[in-house]
């Protein structure tokens, strides 16, 4: 991961991009990650990976650094025989006063999560034409008058 931030994290240096840590949790390769802010009134960032090894992985951002890599937050199982191909964080405002993760996965289903408590809140049948799903974006929403 990396990250913005001021040179030695001295207000004087410049502003640039640099490496601020990394761990190998997937046993196979990663299908999605997605950045989401948490919900609590610190607003500190939170990660999500999901691979073919059927699992999700949440980061703590905040405490990644050169030392410690980036520590694992929470870690629990997607999917029992299908793999999962595609996650976004799913707004809050949408539906519900908790975090959501929407994930995909190859047998055409779309499912909510709950991260925190680590447990699947929807399950929905997604399109079943064109392929698997394997990206997700959120799409703003505009009234008829276009604005």
């Known amino acids: 991961?990396?990250?913005?931030?001021?040179l030695g994290g001295?207000?004087?240096?410049?502003?640039?991009?640099?490496?601020?840590g990394k761990m190998q949790t997937h046993t196979v390769e990663i299908s999605s990650i997605c950045f989401s802010n948490s919900l609590d009134e610190n607003d500190t960032l939170r990660l999500f990976s999901i691979g073919r090894d059927r699992r999700c992985f949440e980061y703590n951002v905040a405490e990644a650094s050169m030392g410690k890599g980036l520590p694992v937050e929470h870690m629990f199982y997607l999917?029992?025989?299908?793999?999962?191909?595609?996650c976004i964080w799913y707004p809050s405002a949408l539906d519900s006063k908790e975090g959501l993760l929407l994930s995909a996965n190859n047998e055409y289903k779309m499912k909510l999560w709950n991260p925190t408590t680590k447990s699947s809140r929807r399950t929905c049948l997604g399109p079943t034409y064109g392929g698997e799903i394997s990206k997700l974006k959120l799409l703003e929403e505009h009234g008829r008058d276009g604005k």
């Not at 999917?79 to 595609?86: I, L, M, V, W």
């Open 1 to 6: 991961m990396f990250k913005r931030d001021h």
């Open 10 to 20: 001295e207000e004087a240096n410049e502003i640039c991009w640099q490496f601020n």
């Open 79 to 86: 999917e029992k025989e299908a793999f999962p191909t595609a």
